[in-house]
């Protein structure tokens, strides 16, 4: 399965914070923190969109699934 690439640009203090937060807690990289933050977000919605709408439940469930194996991949 082939990743897929987006390119955002951050605020100066954002990508600064994402840099010792990977830091901190042993995370290789601020880009490695930056698509952890997007899995926790993207699992955050999940549980609202579950309660909103059972039927998107797996559609959501195979998007983490493909984010953590690219992650994975990285490693």
Request: hydrophobic share 45%; charged share 30%; proline share 3%.
């Amino acid at each position: 399965m082939a990743g897929k690439t987006i390119t955002i640009e951050l605020p100066e203090g954002l990508w600064t914070g994402l840099g010792e937060v990977a830091d901190a807690l042993g995370i290789a990289s601020a880009n490695e923190a930056a698509t952890i933050a997007i899995a926790e977000w993207v699992a955050r919605r999940k549980a609202e969109l579950d309660d909103r709408d059972p039927a998107r439940r797996y559609f959501v469930n195979e998007a983490l699934d493909e984010l953590a194996a690219g992650a994975e991949k990285k490693k």
